[in-house]
Nanobody, 124 residues
Framework: QVQLVESGGGLVQAGGSLRLSCAAS????????VAWFRQAPGKEREFVAG????????DRTDSVKGRFTISRDDNKNTVYLQMNTLRSEDTAVYYC?????????????????WGQGTQVTVSS
């Protein structure tokens, strides 16, 4: 089992940047594929970005392509989400999630391990 803790959220003006971190503890982190999801008020939780074991491949939802980058440092048991050119519509609680295996799913039900979330608020 793996435990996940997100950090790095906060209040930022539109056009600004934030870097979220997802720190893992427990079993060997490099065995896990990790994704970021977000949930805005009144909306369903949606996939944002994901990264495979070893960083072999990544995926991002269309609305964040060119602005968000996901990366991982297995030596630090941490996955990062660098968010640039933030928009008001990026305001949400951001969650990291993990699963074993090699398929980078975009549906939350495929991820058994979740962090508690970190709030990102973008002011316009």
């Amino acid at each position: 089992q793996v435990q996940l803790v997100e950090s790095g959220g906060g209040l930022v003006q539109a056009g600004g940047s934030l870097r979220l971190s997802c720190a893992a503890s427990g079993r060997t982190f490099q065995e896990y594929l990790v994704a970021w999801f977000r949930q805005a008020p009144g909306k369903e939780r949606e996939f944002v970005a994901g990264i495979a074991r070893g960083g072999r491949y990544t995926d991002r939802t269309d609305s964040v392509k060119g602005r968000f980058t996901i990366s991982r440092d297995d030596n630090k048991n941490t996955v990062y989400l660098q968010m640039n050119t933030l928009r008001s519509e990026d305001t949400a609680v951001y969650y990291c999630a993990a699963r074993e295996g090699s398929i980078l799913y975009t549906t939350q039900t495929q991820y058994p391990y979740w962090g508690q979330g970190t709030q990102v608020t973008v002011s316009s």
